[in-house]
């Protein structure tokens, strides 16, 4: 059972920083591809970041210059370094992997909340 585990949303102050990490079950090389979403209330799922087997990154332009995605090969994670936050970063952030079996597979999510 392929399974992705995020964790290290909460709640911080605007110009603050979160840190997110996905854990995949089983290696991380079984992913052509991982990546994290948001979704905010009342809003369509967005792409925030993502990055190839190859370490190949993208990004949303709203997300440039603060967002920084990573994995671990060895820890089979993916983190998501979020600084310089603002309150129209508040959503429910979800990580995402394409299997090498060409299914998508999604964490449960983990809300973050920017506000003073």
């Known amino acids: 059972q392929v399974q992705l585990v995020e964790s290290g949303g909460g709640l911080v102050q605007p110009g603050g920083s979160l840190r997110l990490s996905c854990a995949t079950s089983g290696s991380i090389f079984n992913f052509y591809q991982m990546a994290w979403y948001r979704q905010a209330p009342g809003k369509q799922r967005e792409l925030v970041a993502r990055i190839s087997s190859s370490g190949w990154t993208n990004y949303a332009d709203s997300v440039k210059g603060r967002f920084t995605i990573s994995r671990d090969n060895t820890e089979n994670t993916v983190a998501l370094q979020m600084n310089g936050l603002k309150p129209e970063d508040t959503a429910v952030y979800y990580c995402?992997?394409?299997?090498?079996?060409?299914?998508?597979?999604w964490g449960q999510g983990t809300q973050v909340t920017v506000s003073s």
């Open positions: 995402h992997g394409r299997h090498i079996s060409s299914v998508d597979y």
